[in-house]
């Protein structure tokens, strides 16, 4: 697994989650990430198809998770 993309996706939940001030496990659990990590999702519907996350989850982070994900 790819710790630095793993570090960064925390990070990003931690920082996300402050600024909704909402429980970190409301953007994505920790076993929702090793499997977003290990799928690497692309688009919207990729994600969707792939049952990783809840739906009120893709729908409400989804596109930040994946610009974040997807980032150089």
Known sequence: MNDQLKLRMINFRMKRAKEL???TQYIFSNEELDRLIET???TIEELRNLNILPLIKITTHGIYIL???NKE
């Open 21 to 23: 001030n909402i429980p």
């Open 40 to 42: 690497k999702p692309k």
């Open 67 to 69: 610009k974040e994900l």
